[in-house]
């Protein structure tokens, strides 16, 4: 398992076992007096009120570490804690404080160092005495390290008037709970940079040889058929505009269907009449968010890999039907189709792999898909020499 996923399940054992027997206490039966049930009561009362401030807390810290980040947190654990004040920091400085103006802010710095330096909680007393304001009961503080990965990012401190071992304990555990939301935020980014770095690799893909083709095409109906050649020249834009874009992983099935009509027009110029298609999309899910680039590269591999292998003659299909809570997305040919277990490899081959030549787009696809919507919702190919090629996808019409 993954530093990430331990991660994940550091963070929610810890919180599932501090809820867990806060509600067996709260659901105890009463075997005594009346004042149990009171008890109980004042329990369960206590585990909502945790849980609704974690919840509250844990929105910013997974944005990661930052000065905006602690700053929204800092209120909701000096809350969970219970102290007179509590700071977060990185490893240099204070990043919010959430107590008493100036009151052992100065100070805070230096504790953090100290944690960091031992690599363990710790608790802080003498020092932090003569913080010099007017009235303050602080008379010390408990430190732990926040980490990511096994790396020391910061500390959480909590500031009261005593730094026993009850204060040490439950400090250690918040800033593990923190960690855990941290490691998650970790993980968060590097999906994101992942699916970036995927999208920027398809983006690379456009071939060369269709760009010189796509120019070759349009230049030979400049004398012949200026007006079509401008209608070429517009779709070319079109197609590499959307297809360059710097934008967010999602777009609509309509912008999606929108440059895969381009790309039609411009393959057909090139083809003629030996290459047919229709594109048949129910309006209802014309709106449907849809990863970017997700249908343009199953229709490029029909026509490179189904029809063009045949003298760029046969049939392509993209159909996109209304299916209840889902849209559900089909590319077919009737080109010379493959082997099933050769599109075994090609969905399992790496997207930074080009050794297969035309898999990539495939496998790029089948894995942006799983990344976003889960392990379910991969490509299907159905195939058989001879028997032409239907590529699936389905997408949830709402991404929670």
Not at 17 to 42: D, I, N
Not at 241 to 264: K, N, P
Not at 353 to 360: E, F, S
Request: aromatic share 4%.
């Amino acid at each position: 398992m993954s530093t990430s996923g331990w991660a994940l399940l550091c963070a929610a054992s810890v919180l599932l076992g501090f809820v867990l027997s806060r509600w067996a206490a709260a659901h105890r039966k009463p075997q005594g007096p009346p004042e149990e049930a009171t008890e109980a009561a004042e329990a369960a009362e206590a585990t909502f009120a945790t849980l609704h401030v974690a919840a509250r807390a844990a929105p910013s810290l997974r944005t990661g570490l930052n000065r905006g980040s602690a700053r929204e947190a800092v209120h909701h654990l000096r809350a969970l804690l219970g102290a007179d004040a509590v700071a977060v920091t990185d490893t240099e400085e204070v990043l919010a404080w959430d107590g008493p103006a100036g009151c052992h802010r100065g100070h805070a710095v230096r504790h953090a160092r100290a944690a960091l330096a031992a690599g363990r909680p710790l608790t802080v007393a003498g020092d932090v005495v003569a913080c010099g304001t007017p009235g303050c009961a602080v008379r010390g503080a408990a430190v732990a390290p926040l980490t990511v990965d096994g790396r020391a990012v910061g500390t959480l401190a909590a500031y009261g008037a005593e730094a026993g071992e009850p204060l040490v304990r439950t400090v250690a555990e918040l800033a593990r709970w923190v960690s855990g939301q941290l490691e998650l935020a970790e993980l968060d980014a590097s999906r994101r940079r992942a699916t970036e770095a995927e999208t920027r690799a398809l983006r690379a893909q456009i071939s060369p040889h269709f760009v010189y083709n796509c120019l070759t095409t349009i230049a030979s109906f400049v004398r012949t058929d200026p007006e079509h050649a401008r209608e070429l020249l517009v779709d070319f834009a079109d197609f590499t505009r959307y297809a360059l874009r710097s934008g967010g992983d999602l777009t609509t099935l309509a912008d999606e269907l929108h440059c895969v009509d381009r790309y039609l027009q411009l393959e057909h110029a090139r083809f003629g009449d030996r290459l047919r298609f229709t594109v048949e999309v129910a309006p209802e899910v014309l709106s449907v968010p849809v990863p970017f680039l997700c249908v343009q590269p199953l229709v490029e591999n029909a026509i490179k890999h189904g029809t063009a292998l045949c003298g760029g003659a046969g049939r392509v299909r993209v159909v996109a039907v209304d299916a209840g809570p889902e849209a559900h997305i089909s590319v077919a040919d009737d080109g010379l189709g493959m082997d099933p277990e050769r599109a075994r490899t090609l969905l399992g081959t790496e997207p930074g792999d080009r050794r297969d030549g035309g898999g990539i787009g495939l496998s790029n696809v089948d894995v942006r898909l799983r990344r976003i919507y889960g392990e379910d919702y991969g490509l299907v190919l159905e195939t058989a020499p001879g028997a032409g090629t239907t590529v699936r996808l389905r997408v949830p019409k709402l991404l929670l």
